[in-house]
């Protein structure tokens, strides 16, 4: 199971965290990604890590403003998000896979999402 938190509303500009805590599996076994679904549009790829933290995929959308990281001690991956943008507002879901990917079909286990509002 994975339960994403942390979203919320925010001004253009803005920071905020995202947390995303595992149970039920053997973290450190799976990469972990997290994707966003804006209204009316398919679901993106944001950013992937791999189970070690070593190797780090991103959006280019996202580059240079969202840093993902992961605690495996704590079972949980983050997504730091800077500079938020109004075409940031979407739900955010957290994702874990074998591997570290940034296809949404290599994703076996998917959390609920949060809600993340970027207002002008």
């Known amino acids: 199971q994975l339960q994403a938190s942390g979203g919320g509303l925010v001004q253009a500009g803005g920071s905020l965290r995202l947390s995303c805590a595992a149970s039920g599996l053997t973290f450190s076994n799976y990469g972990m990604g997290w994707f966003r679904q804006a209204p009316g549009k398919e679901r993106d790829f944001v950013g992937s890590i791999s189970w070690n933290g070593f190797s780090r995929y991103y959006a280019t959308s996202v580059k240079g403003r969202f840093t993902i990281s992961r605690d495996n001690a704590k079972n949980t991956v983050y997504l730091q998000m800077n500079s938020l943008k109004p075409e940031d507002t979407a739900i955010y879901y957290c994702?874990?896979?074998?591997?570290?990917?940034?296809?949404?079909?290599?994703?076996?286990?998917w959390g609920q999402g949060t809600q993340v509002t970027v207002s002008s």
């Open positions: 994702a874990a896979s074998r591997s570290v990917a940034t296809d949404d079909s290599a994703y076996d286990y």
